[in-house]
């Protein structure tokens, strides 16, 4: 069973940091791209960053570039999200994904973790 | 940001059809698949129609999607009280080089 465990939000200051977790089973992590995606709440889904399966490429939003950085241990199949100069506007449920390659849908969704930006 | 254009709110009773919208452009609907996601208050997004009108294993075959230029669409066909969600459309956007996702369509159960 394919299963996608955030962790890692928090309540933190605007200008803080926090890095988020990803943890994978019951797939071949590394033949998966990755996603994060939030939603603030009450509003709707925004895409926030992907890498590919060896992490060779990533991609960021507008909102989130030079800020926040997205990498992946296929190892240990981990990818995490460091967040950098938070904002208030970055409170948010965020969700890592999987997608079977970079533009693929994103087939499998973890619960979520919440950041809270105040 | 949201670049694809959805109605807030659509409705019907149980068996009825319910069509959502899903506008973009060319550099997302017009040329990448679309894809449908289901979210019920608290959980995670759901992948419901991927490739413009692909159904993943276990998604009632009431789903359905279609595609026309920059426009895309899902229709729930017999709807039923379970399908009370919000429904988000999403596509590649080759120049943003990334996901965008649609505004988001609270589908209510009459």
């Known amino acids: 069973e394919v299963q996608l465990v955030e962790s890692g939000g928090d309540l933190v200051q605007p200008g803080g940091s926090l890095r988020l977790s990803c943890a994978a089973s019951?797939?071949?992590?590394?033949?998966?791209?990755m996603s994060w995606v939030r939603q603030a709440p009450g509003k709707g889904l925004e895409w926030v960053s992907i890498?590919?399966?060896?992490?060779?490429?990533?991609y960021y939003a507008d909102s989130v570039k030079g800020r926040f950085t997205i990498s992946r241990d296929n190892s240990k199949k981990v990818v995490w999200l460091q967040m950098n100069g938070l904002r208030v506007d970055d409170t948010a449920i965020y969700y890592c994904?999987?997608?079977?390659?970079?533009?693929?849908?994103?087939?499998?969704w973890g619960q979520g973790t919440l950041v809270a930006v105040s | 940001q949201s670049v694809l254009t959805q109605p807030p709110s659509a409705s019907g009773t149980p068996g009825q059809t319910v069509t959502i919208s899903c506008s973009g452009g060319?550099?997302?609907?017009?040329?990448?698949?679309v894809n449908w996601y289901q979210q019920t208050p608290g959980t995670a997004p759901k992948l419901i129609i991927y490739g413009d009108d692909q159904r993943p294993s276990g998604v009632p075959h009431r789903f359905s999607g279609s595609k026309s230029g920059t426009s895309a669409s899902l229709a729930i066909s017999g709807l039923q009280s379970e399908d009370e969600a919000d429904y988000y459309c999403?596509?590649?956007?080759?120049?943003?080089?990334?996901?965008?996702f649609g505004t988001g369509t609270r589908v209510t159960v009459l």
């Open positions: 019951g797939f071949t992590f590394s033949s998966y791209a």
């Open positions: 999403s596509a590649w956007d080759d120049s943003l080089k990334g996901f965008v």
């Open positions: 994904a999987r997608g079977e390659v970079v533009a693929a849908p994103l087939d499998s």
């Open positions: 890498t590919s399966g060896s992490g060779g490429m990533r």
């Open positions: 060319s550099s997302n609907v017009g040329s990448e698949s």
